[in-house]
């Protein structure tokens, strides 16, 4: 199973900014897929979750400005960021967990995502 981001980058506050996991060795629409972000010494956050194409979750710093989806046919989860804030800065993980699992059971590599002011 690999999970592989892209998408990260520098971009100003206000801006916009697609990630993309492209995972290979699993069926997304047989796990809840979730984007996770992380800066170093600080704990990891879960911003938002899809579960067998359902109804999203997100949490209260990005709601109303990410937008998790999936394309089952291409095997890619995707999270649109608009009207991206500084502190929305961190290593962005696409994660895979299996539906009765706490906890992922798979993990990307990570990609950066700055925000400036």
């Known amino acids: 199973v690999q999970l592989a981001e892209s998408g990260g980058g520098s971009v100003q506050a206000g801006g916009s900014l697609r990630l993309a996991c492209v995972t290979s060795g699993l069926t997304i629409s047989r796990y809840c897929m979730a984007w996770f972000r992380r800066n170093p010494g600080e704990e990891r956050e879960q911003v938002a979750e899809?579960?067998?194409?359902?109804?999203?979750k997100y949490s209260d710093s990005v709601t109303g400005r990410f937008t998790i989806s999936q394309d089952n046919a291409k095997s890619t989860l995707y999270l649109q960021m608009n009207n991206v804030k500084p502190e929305d800065t961190a290593t962005y993980y696409c994660a895979a967990r299996w539906f009765l699992s706490g906890q992922p059971n798979y993990w990307g590599q990570g990609t950066q995502v700055t925000v400036s002011s």
């Open positions: 899809i579960c067998n194409g359902g109804s999203p």
